[in-house]
């Protein structure tokens, strides 16, 4: 792997975008709902089904897991992919259930190892998800890859493209300052470097990262 020094550039991330305080969410469960949500889809369709989830009195634990799964998904309707992820959500709910009587206090009292090993066997907890579950709703120490994180980091050099998920969060977090609160807002700035900059279609020279490119990095095998 190259030598980067990401403490400079998350410091030239959040001089630029300030603190983002991400991720929105009034409770953990709220958060652990959204991280669901957002697969596949915008923020802004997130935040319009959790509103919808709200309206209904419903956004509880008890609430999510006695809602007929048709009615929550109709409810869940501007995420997409609705029925889909209204299985999910039922699959969550079953497993805090089964696992922790329903207490996501005593889940996240869980050791992060052996709690994101026990997401990821949750139907539709793919690794992003029990990685934003853990960071975002539960405060573990565990760096989030996405789209974004990827586009960032691949385009500038720093990875190679076929770089697989873990190895991608490995090379953050052996960079990266232990802290959760610094893995939290890191992510964060990337994700927003990744919606005005790093687009599908890249705006490179206008970019503050533009200097942060490894040139003999960029197609390399």
Same mark, same amino acid.
């Given at each position: ?12 991330? +959040? ?88 207490? !996501? ?13 026990? !997401? +990821? ?13 853990? +960071? ?10 996405? +789209? ?74």
């Amino acid at each position: 792997m190259p030598s980067v020094d990401l403490h400079e550039i998350y410091h030239a991330l +959040l001089n630029h975008f300030r603190h983002r305080n991400w991720w929105p969410g009034d409770t953990p469960l709220e958060v652990i709902v959204g991280a669901i949500l957002t697969q596949n889809t915008a923020w802004k369709n997130v935040e319009k089904a959790i509103g919808r989830l709200k309206e209904a009195g419903v956004l509880s634990i008890k609430g999510l897991r006695t809602i007929p799964r048709e009615h929550l998904a109709e409810l869940i309707r501007p995420s997409g992919y609705y029925n889909q992820k209204a299985l999910k959500i039922k699959a969550f709910l079953a497993f805090l259930q089964r696992e922790y009587r329903g207490n !996501l206090t005593r889940m996240f009292r869980e050791d992060t190892r052996v709690l994101r090993e026990k !997401l +990821l066997q949750v139907k539709g907890i793919g690794p992003e998800t029990a990685d934003s579950i853990l +960071l975002y709703a539960g405060g573990h120490l565990t760096f989030v890859v996405d +789209l974004y994180t990827y586009r960032v980091a691949t385009r500038h050099g720093w990875v190679p493209e076929d770089i697989d998920y873990e190895s991608l969060r490995e090379f953050f977090q052996d960079r990266i300052r232990p802290d959760v609160e610094l893995y939290n807002d890191f992510h964060a700035q990337l994700v927003a470097v990744g919606n005005q900059y790093c687009r599908k279609t890249p705006c490179c020279e206008e970019c503050l990262l533009y200097r942060f490119i490894l040139t003999e990095n960029i197609g390399w095998p």
